[in-house]
């Protein structure tokens, strides 16, 4: 059974850092485009970074640039997503996502990933 956990969230103070990891279970990681993607309170879903494994390229969204990266655990089968300098609107559900993407690239629009995580809350006090 393919299943995507993440872990990590909480709640953190304007500028801190967090680390949030998502865990693959039932299948692995190799050949996946892997997703985040943030949910705010009456917001639509937001992409908000991704990594194609297959080629090892990453995208992140103008938001977050320079602020977040994102990495492959190949040992533990997971995708952490390193977060800098929150900042108040940066808090949401944020969801891991997984899709197998034949492009040179990784998709940051929610509808084209296939396997979803729970998602997990990250609260920034300001």
């Known amino acids: 059974q393919v299943q995507l956990v993440e872990s990590g969230g909480g709640l953190v103070e304007s500028g801190g850092s967090l680390r949030l990891s998502c865990a693959a279970s039932g299948f692995t990681l190799d050949g996946y485009s892997i997703g985040w993607f943030r949910q705010a309170p009456r917001r639509e879903r937001e992409g908000v970074t991704c990594?194609?494994?297959?080629?090892?390229?990453?995208r992140f969204a103008d938001s977050v640039m320079g602020r977040f990266t994102i990495s492959r655990d190949n040992a533990k089968n997971t995708v952490d997503l390193q977060m800098e300098r929150l900042q108040p609107e940066d808090t949401a559900v944020y969801y891991c996502?997984?899709?197998?993407?034949?492009?040179?690239?990784?998709?940051?629009?929610?509808?084209?990933?296939?396997?979803w995580g729970q998602g997990i809350q990250v609260t920034v006090s300001s």
């Open positions: 996502a997984a899709v197998i993407y034949r492009e040179f690239s990784c998709p940051l629009v929610a509808n084209e990933y296939d396997y």
């Open positions: 990594i194609n494994t297959r080629v090892g390229l990453s």
